[in-house]
């Protein structure tokens, strides 16, 4: 059983910059691949980014590519979302899941696939 939890939610105003973590219990995150989620009130849960558990591969969304980077640090059993140039937009709940695939060099950032899943951590972009 893998216990996530996320970290680093915040009030940001426009164009400042957040560091999300997600940390694991339970188990190690080596064999897994992450992806992160938000989802905003009344809307349905988006796939922002993924890595694969070897990290040599990712995935962002449109509405965050060149903005957001994931990584990881299987050291620290966390995984990381950095995200710069913060619109509104970006205000909703983050999520993080994991899942494990049969290459470790695959990911997806689609719910259906989850094998476990965070509770979130508030994100909130506003001048």
């Known amino acids: 059983q893998v216990q996530l939890v996320e970290y680093g939610g915040d009030l940001m105003q426009p164009g400042g910059s957040l560091r999300l973590a997600c940390t694991a219990s339970?188990?190690?995150?080596?064999?897994?691949?992450i992806s992160w989620f938000r989802q905003a009130p009344g809307k349905e849960r988006e796939g922002v980014s993924c890595?694969?558990?070897?990290?040599?591969?990712?995935y962002y969304a449109d509405s965050v590519k060149g903005r957001f980077t994931i990584s990881r640090d299987n050291g620290e059993n966390t995984v990381y979302l950095q995200m710069n140039s913060l619109k509104p937009e970006d205000t909703p709940v983050y999520y993080c899941?994991?899942?494990?695939?049969?290459?470790?060099?695959?990911?997806?950032?689609?719910?259906?696939?989850?094998?476990?899943w965070g509770k979130g951590t508030l994100v909130t972009v506003s001048s």
């Open positions: 899941a994991a899942a494990i695939y049969a290459s470790a060099n695959y990911c997806a950032a689609t719910t259906s696939g989850m094998d476990y």
């Open positions: 890595i694969s558990s070897d990290a040599s591969s990712t």
């Open positions: 339970g188990s190690a995150l080596d064999d897994y691949a």
